[in-house]
């Protein structure tokens, strides 16, 4: 990967990976058995710079490439997704809009905020009728004197409930389709202001709260379950022109692009999660013994993970081209969506090839690779289904197709 990795690029990955062995893996199977979201690290990740990685200096945070961010993501995903995640949402999706397509206002009031980790950010596209058609949105955004009033919910929402800064999307003109579709900034309390409180971190009241805006029922996921998932109501929320993300009518459009680079964050993490899944059962079958041998030395077990082996590198290398060409400024959404559907897929793949080659010992929760395929699964829905991205995909061949033929 020297082509594209500094000493910089090195050193970063390593400085999270020691972060993670001492930090997050003593901590991650309880989270997870528990439900609980991961408050402490969340605080010392804030403190660490690594949920401001892409964002510039001059708003608080870290001024790196979007390949730093990647690495970031991928290397946390290792040892617990549920971290990967907390830093993959918080970053292209909470802090992504706003840093794109947010006015020089709006940049200097939320960002410092969500590039520091001072507070947690989110993302409110999905609904309970829009999931995979994110056009067909029914959140409505009507305009009155200074500003809008929105009414709806955003279901499966990362951070709704730790979460104070959101970007969400709501119809302006109903008439007009995805055309119609707005995007804007709204804010909530935290739902564990006493746990913020005595961390220091995830509850700054200047903000400025909106009434109205609150959080459903958290999910009882089947993975990522250290990270808080749940419905983000909006009840007649009186919302402020200078709110207003992006141009009125934009806001489909300009959240297809977030989705475009999130979907290298989740590529990342999907690496991630395939990497340690297949690390934790290269160790496992050099050290095994079965039959008076080794697991490893059955030509079986060689072959198996010499396939993961070279489809981890073939995912590494799409990531990585993907991440490379948004920080070059040029195209990516093919790249991206490559990237996120084999990188996906493998991580589902791996994990599962990981507790197969551990036997018993892989399905038992005395190794984590049972956790990360239960992590891996929805890697393969979010920010896109697997779908989703063979459309995206087709869409870029076939349009790729007809520019050579008319040239």
Known sequence: MDRYL???????RARVADFAREAVVPVARDLDANSTFLWDNYKTMGEMGLLGIPVPKEYGGQGLDYLSYIL??????????????T????????????????TEEQKQRYLPYLASGQV????????????????????????????????????????????????????????????????????????????AKALGVGHRPDIGYMEGV?????????????????????????VPDGNLLGEEGRGFINFMKTLDAGRIGIAGLSLGLAEGAFETALRYVTQREQFGKKVWDFQQVQFRLADMATELQAARHLTYHAAWLKDAGRPYSREAAMA??????????????????????????????????????????????????????ARHLLREELEGAAA
């Open 340 to 393: 996120k559907l084999f990188a996906s897929e493998l991580a589902m793949k791996a994990t599962l090839e990981a507790i197969q080659l551990m036997g018993g010992a892989g399905y038992s929760d005395e190794y984590p690779v049972e956790r990360m395929a239960r992590d891996a699964k929805v890697c393969e829905i979010g920010e896109g289904t697997s779908e989703i991205q063979r459309l995206v995909i």
């Open 72 to 85: 970031v993501v991928e290397e946390m995903a290792k040892y617990d997704a549920s971290h990967a995640i």
């Open 120 to 195: 947690l950010g989110g993302f409110g596209l999905t609904e309970p009728g829009a999931g995979s058609d994110s056009g067909g949105t029914r959140t409505r955004a009507v305009k009155v004197d200074g500003g809008y009033r929105i009414s709806g919910s955003k279901i499966f929402i990362t951070h709704a409930g730790v979460g104070e800064i959101f970007t969400v999307t709501a119809v302006t003109d109903p008439d007009k389709g995805s055309k119609g579709i707005s995007s804007f900034v709204v804010t909530k309390p935290t739902v564990d202001p006493d746990r």
């Open 87 to 102: 830093i993959s949402a918080h970053t292209t999706l909470g802090s992504g809009p706003i840093l794109q397509f947010g």
């Open 6 to 12: 500094s000493d910089a690029h090195v050193a970063l």
């Open 214 to 238: 609150r959080s459903g029922k958290k999910e009882d996921k089947m993975g990522w379950r250290s990270s808080d998932t749940r419905e983000l109501i909006l009840e007649d929320v009186f």
